[in-house]
């Protein structure tokens, strides 16, 4: 099967994409967690 070199670059591209939405993700998640974390902490010390 051949596959041209614009396809590898568009597949190429694609993961490029898939992976630094993965790193977004992981990213966004740490500081929602934190946030939680944080939100938490004020409660039981406001209680």
Excluded at 15 to 32: P, R
Aim: without cysteine; aromatic residues 4%; proline residues 0%.
């Amino acid at each position: 099967m051949a596959v041209s070199r614009k396809e590898v670059f568009a597949i190429m591209h694609r993961e490029d994409q898939n992976e630094l939405a993965m790193k977004l993700l992981e990213v966004a998640q740490a500081h929602y967690q934190n946030s939680i974390k944080l939100m938490r902490r004020k409660k039981k010390n406001d209680e």
